[in-house]
Nanobody, 118 residues
Framework: QVQLAESGGGLVQTGGSLRLDCAASGNIFTINDMGWYRQAPGNARELVAIISRGGNTNYADSVKGRFTISRDNAKNTVYLQMNNLKPEDTAVYYC????????????WGQGTQVTVSS
């Protein structure tokens, strides 16, 4: 069974940094796009960043220049380095991946809370 496991959330002050990790496990053939979404209370889930298997990236305008997405294909892992964090970055962050497996499709992590205090 394919699963995504996230780690790295927490509480940080404005201007601080955090790194989120998300590792995929199970009987995986290959992973195409991987990325991160976030959802703040009362808001819709929004795309933060996406990275293709070849390393092409896209970011939400609100995080450009502050967040960096990367991946390690050998470890089936995607990372989100978040610098210069702001209170408006506070949200639950979810990783996702489009995985080719016995049951191919989009898989989601359980979510990890990021809280930025002012």
């Amino acid at each position: 069974q394919v699963q995504l496991a996230e780690s790295g959330g927490g509480l940080v002050q404005t201007g601080g940094s955090l790194r989120l990790d998300c590792a995929a496990s199970g009987n995986i053939f290959t992973i195409n796009d991987m990325g991160w979404y976030r959802q703040a209370p009362g808001n819709a889930r929004e795309l933060v960043a996406i990275i293709s298997r070849g390393g092409n990236t896209n970011y939400a305008d609100s995080v450009k220049g502050r967040f960096t997405i990367s991946r390690d294909n050998a470890k089936n892992t995607v990372y989100l380095q978040m610098n210069n964090l702001k209170p408006e970055d506070t949200a639950v962050y979810y990783c996702y991946a489009y995985i080719m497996a016995k049951e191919s499709g989009t898989y989601w992590g359980q979510g990890t809370q990021v809280t930025v205090s002012s």
